[in-house]
């Protein structure tokens, strides 16, 4: 695959529709052409102990960040066109489609593929896992910060083009 969205959302605690971050890597021709990164106020607006341990975000992070419409008005553009591809996709489509849902927007019904699911078949049991600095590691990429949503993008862009 050489022209996609490669996306990854955090969350604030365990509702679908608390995304706090988004990272985007915009890939075309087989080239990274642009790179996004936008904190987001969730809703709810709280932040679970367990997600601020993984992620590092907080409620003070994200206070005076723009809610979701907002932030997307400035990614639609982007990616208008092109399939999106996570890391574990279920997890992110659902984020976005919780989104959509919860402020009343029409959903554009985005293509996702999923690196890790791409993974299993590509490597099989070779991999002690398949999680996402692992699969990194095995396509050659090093993934330094992991859950931070553009790091992450950056990872699941570098996967996707090896394996998808």
């Known amino acids: 695959m050489k022209d996609f969205a490669a996306i990854d959302f955090e969350t604030a605690n365990g509702k679908r529709t608390s995304v706090c971050s988004v990272g985007l890597v915009v890939v075309r021709g087989g080239e990274i052409c642009d790179k996004t990164y936008r904190l987001i106020r969730p809703r709810p607006n709280y932040y679970s102990e367990f997600c ?32 999106l591809v996570a890391h574990n996709s279920p997890f992110d489509e659902g984020c976005l489609k919780a989104a959509f849902d919860l402020y009343g927007l029409p959903y554009p019904g985005y293509t996702f593929y999923c690196t890790c699911r791409a ?23 090093d993934l330094q910060q992991h859950h931070h949503a553009l790091a992450d993008a950056e990872a699941c862009a570098a996967i996707a083009l090896k394996i998808l």
């Open 52 to 83: 601020t341990r993984v992620h590092g975000l907080c409620y003070h992070n994200t206070v005076e960040a723009p809610h979701f419409p907002e932030v997307w008005r400035e990614i639609a553009p982007l990616i208008q066109g092109l399939p």
């Open 119 to 141: 993974s299993r078949r590509t490597f099989g049991r070779s991999l002690p896992d398949h999680r996402l600095p692992t699969v990194a590691a095995a396509c050659g990429y």
